[in-house]
């Protein structure tokens, strides 16, 4: 039953690869006594001896190697201890003169514990610390410490000397090459659990604070958990080496982990159990871990798809070790083991490094679509953006792709928010937008209304974010569209200004522009755009007649003929571009010019009382110096025939009175100070 309880407990910590009891049971079977190799004496030797012919000769010979150099630093090490004991001081900056000077050393304190009887404090503590016995090396130095005779001093390059040689052994231990020593291994976790019990007595006691806190074993645990990241990151695979970053680069790099690393981490797990270690050997390996995927998902270049395929790869971790022993059949399914509970945590912490660069790149995506002064962007193409993630997550996580739709949607409306300032900061310009920019704005409006009506029935958009979206949809729509109604009408209004009196004014190039525009904007079948080219038609009609109506009031019979031509070319022109920005819907549109050109072209007076009827009925607006002007364009108009025309505009105009078109209401006209004929009915 406790074999199965051990078991048990580390697939729980390692939950991959090969099972740790198994590498335990391979080192259970080498094991073998530190003394062999770092005692001294004939007892000592002849183990080594024993042992040597266990070993093939080239392992051997290795083995004597490394016997060799870690004798010369101990003595290195005592040398200084000694050197320092006998000068007072409480330790020595410099460097070792040499492996014969501290072997001397070492000696003359020999031979003095010969002629004395008796062994000095320190030469025993070495000596545990040689033989890597550190539990019974702790109590020494410990007695030392509380000993006086300035033991404190003594005791602190001991405690110093013991932690280095702790983690040689644990170095040793980690080793492709080196040997596995369990007993000295067991040692390091005797000391560490000392350690801890010595504290909670110092607590207990009522020791200060401070002591406590600046004791040089409190840090040991701390140094442990160090080496033994430090040593585990660097077994890790370099990601990037070759220069290549790419998604199958990637791939590799994980496969390297899960097929090298993790094994390896694993194989040693069961020498670190044997010791005591388990735990804070697990703790170290998971961190080492999560610190390097992080490094991976930190990067600057990782993209959306590189963070979804460490999250997998992780996810997948988990799982194989759920089907396998992380979960035990006794353990309840809340209740997750070390190792899951390791393993989920760096889930998660990919997960969030995975929604960030999602917001990221959905957020430079947008903006780099609805640029102003860009061409519109597909409404696919911005679907895409908003989707495109959320279905990629939805193939390895349900939950996950639920979140990262839920980024997406969030960082649409924190665009719109940021795109509205944008759109402010692109109409408070100094010089005027453009025509065509201006449109391009309005056109980005309606593909992001499109696009978030569609999205409503793809993804799950709470109400609050639906009136969020339409209230920054609307502000931008009204904004832009009065800006470039003004704009247009400036614009208008500028090249009309002087259009009767000369032979290019420009008008017909603004025309042009317009209507270019008007056929760019992708999003013809929208309300937006039939109600804007209306509008249009209404600014271009209504000071093409303000302007022909303030034109000279005395033209000569030459500029009555040419004003004539020039408004049949304008229809024309006019006639043609609305109907092509329109199509059928530009029918609809009034005409006031076709009836102008109706009046003033009739040859008879009878005629044209006949054609201005309709005209007071199209337009009941119509005031008598608007009509007064218009006749003044008619050539060959006697006083007779021009006061009949304005008794009838007098007799019917309040019988035409309706709201149906105001086109002549703002229209300003300076009435005649008097008639042709000398009267003021003219």
């Known amino acids: 039953m406790k074999a199965a309880e051990e078991h048990s407990q580390c697939a729980d910590i390692f939950p991959f690869g090969q099972k740790a009891s198994e590498s335990a049971g391979i080192m259970r079977k080498t094991k073998y006594s530190w003394g062999a190799f770092a005692g001294r004496g004939g007892k000592w030797e002849k183990m080594a001896g024993e042992n040597a012919r266990m070993l093939p000769k080239a392992a051997h010979e290795e083995r004597k190697k490394q016997e060799v150099k870690r004798r010369g630093k101990l003595k290195t090490m005592a040398g200084k201890l000694l050197k320092a004991m006998a000068s007072g001081k409480e330790a020595v900056e410099e460097k070792a003169g040499g492996e014969d000077v501290a072997g001397n050393l070492l000696k003359t304190a020999t031979s003095r514990k010969e002629a004395e009887g008796e062994m000095p404090a320190e030469e025993t503590i070495c000596g545990f610390i040689e033989q890597g016995k550190f539990f019974e090396a702790c109590d020494h130095i410990y007695d030392l410490e509380h000993s006086g005779n300035d033991g404190v001093g003594r005791s602190e390059s001991l405690y110093t000397l013991l932690a280095e040689r702790m983690w040689t052994v644990v170095g040793e231990a980690l080793s492709e090459t080196g040997g596995m020593f369990l007993e000295p291994l067991q040692s390091v976790g005797e000391s560490l659990k000392w350690e801890k019990q010595k504290e909670v007595e110092w607590l207990g006691s009522g020791q200060e604070m401070e002591s406590v806190s600046t004791w040089s074993p409190n840090f040991w645990r701390k140094d442990l958990e160090e080496k033994l990241i430090q040593y585990m990151m660097a077994q890790i695979p370099p990601f990037g080496s070759s220069g290549n970053t790419d998604q199958t680069a990637l791939k590799q790099h994980l496969s390297q982990l899960e097929t090298t690393f993790l094994p390896s981490l694993e194989h040693r797990s069961g020498f670190f159990k044997e010791a005591g270690l388990l735990v804070t050997y697990a703790r170290c390996c998971h961190a080492s871990l999560s610190s390097h995927l992080s490094t991976l998902t930190n990067s600057d270049h990782f993209s959306f798809s590189q963070c979804l395929l460490v999250y997998e790869w992780g996810l997948k971790m988990y799982k194989s070790g759920s089907e396998t022993s992380l979960r035990p059949r006794q353990t309840p399914q809340h209740s997750l083991s070390l190792g899951a509970q390791r393993l989920v945590q760096i889930i998660l912490k990919t997960e969030e490094k995975l929604l960030e660069v999602a917001r990221k790149e959905v957020g430079k995506a947008l ?7 860009k061409p519109p962007c597909a409404d696919a193409a911005v679907i895409q953006i908003l989707t495109e993630k959320t279905e990629a997550a939805w193939r390895v996580s349900e939950s996950l792709s639920e979140k990262v739709e839920a980024v997406c949607l969030e960082e649409c409306l924190r665009f719109l928010e940021s795109y509205e300032n944008e759109v402010r900061s692109f109409l408070q310009l100094d010089g005027c937008p453009g025509i065509c920019s201006s449109l391009r704005v309005l056109e980005n409006c309606c593909i992001l209304r499109t696009v978030w009506h569609k999205l409503t029935y793809i993804c799950s958009a709470s109400t609050g974010q639906d009136v969020k979206v339409n209230g920054f949809l609307d502000r931008m729509e009204d904004e832009i569209t009065e800006h470039f109604l003004q704009t247009v009408t400036s614009k208008v209004k500028g090249m009309l200004k002087e259009h009767f009196k000369k032979c290019d004014s420009g008008f017909d190039h603004i025309l042009e522009s317009l209507k270019q525009s008007f056929l760019a904007f992708g999003k013809k079948k929208t309300d937006t ?8 038609n209404a600014i271009v009609i209504t000071e093409y007649v303000q302007a022909l109506l303030t034109t000279s009031r005395k033209p000569s019979s030459v500029q009555r ?19 092509e920005c329109l199509g059928p819907a530009a029918g609809c549109l009034k005409d006031p010019l076709k009836a102008i050109l109706e009046l003033i072209q009739t040859s008879d007076a009878e005629g044209m009382k006949i054609a201005l009827l ?3 009925k199209e337009f009941p607006d119509l005031r008598k110096e608007h009509l007064s002007a218009v006749l003044d364009v008619k050539d060959s108009l006697s006083r007779e025939d021009r006061a009949a025309l304005l008794k009838v505009f007098h007799d019917n105009c309040r019988e035409s009175e309706t709201e149906a078109n105001l086109l002549f209401a703002d229209i300003e006209v300076k009435p005649r100070k008097y008639g042709l004929c000398g009267c003021l009915c003219c």
């Open 614 to 616: 309709p005209i007071l």
């Open 367 to 373: 903006k780099e679509a609805f640029a102003i002064g």
């Open 529 to 536: 755009y039939e109600a804007l080219v209306k509008a249009v």
């Open 561 to 579: 003929r040419r004003i004539v031509s020039k408004i049949e070319e304008d229809h024309r022109m006019l006639q043609t571009i609305f109907k």
